[in-house]
């Protein structure tokens, strides 16, 4: 093999190959047009039409499609009730947007460790983390992976929480048989370009119950409402509404719901596509000593989001930065999936320190998010597997 391209070798590839990206094709580009010639931009048809998707493929009684996953948390943490004193126990490593949520209710984050070999919240810690002032958990299904959700709906029952599932990363994941947005109190969407459909900017919030639903309606619209079961007067006339509570402008428009609906027409093709790049991935990396492949849990039927490679420090003599710079010098665009939310000066100014949870800090110095989206060729995948074995030929110990 040549020398790294970082060190002036000659690089695999020369086109940047991202960590992920969007698949938009000329279905989505028709869908989206169909819109804009239409009479309405937003509060339209396609967002009624958006929302009984994305009922028919998770098996969800109700979804309230919102402006993008953080949305979705924020009217989640407002529909359970979070308010000041009150506790949520959250994953560690996460988009700051799972613990944010509970902040903007005025609610305290608490933050549980992770497995080391799934990297998903550790329900062992879970239940070390409960005081009496715990209301809810936020457990993210990192990577794509479901989360333990029967362990965690057992603990949810036993001590009377709210189960919010942050599933931005699992459209199409199934748990034990059971679509993700199915099982959960509330569960959370993200469409964010980088998830595996996209709205451009869009989420939603998956429940069964119907006094969520109507909580979680009313937040995404100011806590406006038409329906006289909710007002709390006599209707006056045609146009005639009501605040009856404060929430938000979390609307999604009528164009990012065409984008999205034509989307989920091809989650399965893309669910599967995902499915294949990791199998070509697993097999190359699970027998290399140097890295550490992600478990997968039985229960879970991943619909992989990201692909992580967990570096073993035992076997390379690189730093995380010398592995990801020399990655990218290759002709790749990695990224690291996440921070622990924590560390970040926000959060260590409201008195939160290092240490909390070790095997979260721990995976966070070794891990490295490598190129993963359904329109890679098996070429790309390939390419990506050299590269990869080239650096960690250099740097084995
Ligand atoms: C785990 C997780 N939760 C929440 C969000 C927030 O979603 P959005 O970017 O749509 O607001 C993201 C997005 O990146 C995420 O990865």
Same mark, same amino acid.
Request: charged share 25%.
């Given at each position: 093999?040549?020398?790294?391209?970082?060190?002036?070798?000659?690089?695999?590839?020369?086109?940047?190959?991202?960590?992920?990206?969007?698949?938009?094709?000329?279905?989505?580009?028709?869908?989206?047009?169909?819109?804009?010639?239409?009479?309405?931009?937003?509060?339209?048809?396609?967002?009624?039409?958006?929302?009984?998707?994305?009922?028919?493929?998770?098996? =969800?009684?109700?979804?309230?499609?919102?402006?993008?996953?953080?949305?979705?948390?924020?009217?989640?943490?407002? =529909? /359970?009730?979070?308010?000041?004193?009150?506790?949520?126990?959250?994953?560690?490593?996460?988009?700051?947007?799972?613990?944010?949520?509970?902040?903007?209710?005025?609610?305290?984050?608490?933050? =549980?460790?992770?497995?080391?070999?799934?990297?998903?919240?550790?329900?062992?810690?879970?239940?070390?983390?409960?005081?009496?002032?715990?209301? =809810?958990?936020?457990?993210?299904?990192?990577?794509?992976?479901?989360?333990?959700?029967?362990?965690?709906?057992?603990?949810?029952?036993?001590?009377?929480?709210?189960?919010?599932?942050?599933?931005?990363?699992?459209?199409?994941?199934?748990?034990?048989?059971?679509?993700?947005?199915?099982?959960?109190?509330?569960?959370?969407?993200?469409?964010?370009?980088?998830?595996?459909?996209?709205?451009?900017?869009?989420?939603?919030?998956?429940?069964?119950?119907?006094?969520?639903?109507?909580?979680?309606?009313?937040?995404?619209?100011?806590?406006?409402?038409?329906?006289?079961?909710?007002?709390?007067?006599?209707?006056?006339?045609?146009?005639?509404?009501?605040?009856?509570?404060?929430?938000?402008?979390?609307?999604?428009?009528?164009?990012?719901?065409?984008?999205?609906?034509?989307?989920?027409?091809?989650?399965?093709?893309?669910?599967? %596509?995902?499915?294949? /790049?990791?199998?070509?991935?697993?097999?190359?990396?699970?027998?290399?000593?140097?890295?550490?492949?992600?478990?997968?849990?039985?229960?879970?039927?991943?619909?992989?989001?990201?692909? /992580?490679? %967990?570096?073993?420090?035992?076997?390379?003599?690189?730093?995380?930065?010398?592995?990801?710079?020399?990655?990218?010098?290759?002709?790749?665009?990695?990224?690291?999936?996440?921070?622990?939310?924590?560390?970040?000066?926000?959060?260590?100014?409201?008195?939160?320190?290092?240490?909390?949870?070790?095997?979260?800090?721990?995976?966070?110095?070794?891990?490295?998010? /490598?190129?993963?989206?359904?329109?890679?060729?098996?070429?790309?995948?390939?390419?990506?597997?050299?590269?990869?074995?080239?650096?960690?030929?250099?740097?084995?110990?």
């Amino acid at each position: 093999m040549d020398k790294l391209a970082i060190f002036g070798g000659t690089p695999v590839r020369t086109d940047k190959i991202s960590y992920g990206r969007q698949c938009i094709d000329e279905d989505d580009i028709a869908a989206v047009s169909e819109v804009l010639r239409s009479p309405f931009l937003t509060c339209g048809p396609k967002i009624d039409e958006l929302e009984k998707k994305l009922c028919e493929i998770t098996s =969800a009684k109700h979804a309230v499609a919102v402006s993008n996953g953080t949305a979705a948390l924020h009217i989640a943490c407002m =529909a /359970i009730g979070i308010k000041p004193g009150d506790e949520v126990i959250v994953s560690s490593i996460t988009f700051a947007a799972s613990s944010n949520c509970v902040l903007y209710c005025g609610g305290t984050p608490v933050f =549980a460790d992770i497995r080391p070999d799934t990297y998903n919240i550790d329900v062992e810690d879970v239940k070390r983390k409960i005081t009496a002032k715990t209301k =809810a958990i936020v457990a993210v299904d990192f990577t794509g992976q479901a989360v333990e959700l029967d362990e965690l709906k057992k603990i949810c029952k036993e001590h009377n929480l709210y189960l919010i599932e942050d599933a931005a990363h699992s459209i199409g994941t199934k748990y034990n048989g059971k679509p993700v947005g199915s099982v959960a109190d509330i569960t959370t969407f993200s469409f964010h370009p980088v998830k595996t459909v996209t709205a451009g900017e869009g989420g939603a919030c998956m429940t069964n119950d119907d006094e969520l639903y109507k909580k979680l309606s009313l937040a995404r619209t100011h806590g406006i409402t038409k329906n006289p079961e909710l007002m709390e007067r006599e209707s006056e006339g045609p146009w005639y509404y009501e605040q009856v509570d404060l929430g938000y402008n979390y609307r999604i428009t009528d164009f990012q719901a065409a984008l999205l609906l034509s989307q989920l027409n091809k989650l399965e093709k893309f669910s599967n %596509r995902r499915k294949e /790049i990791r199998k070509m991935y697993d097999a190359a990396f699970s027998e290399m000593p140097e890295l550490f492949v992600q478990k997968q849990i039985p229960e879970s039927d991943t619909t992989q989001h990201l692909y /992580i490679l %967990r570096l073993n420090p035992d076997k390379l003599k690189c730093t995380r930065r010398e592995f990801f710079d020399a990655f990218a010098a290759e002709g790749f665009g990695p990224q690291v999936h996440y921070i622990p939310v924590y560390w970040h000066p926000y959060y260590e100014k409201l008195g939160y320190k290092k240490g909390l949870c070790p095997v979260a800090e721990a995976t966070y110095e070794q891990i490295i998010s /490598i190129p993963f989206y359904p329109a890679l060729t098996d070429a790309d995948v390939e390419d990506t597997i050299k590269a990869i074995k080239k650096v960690t030929e250099y740097y084995r110990k």
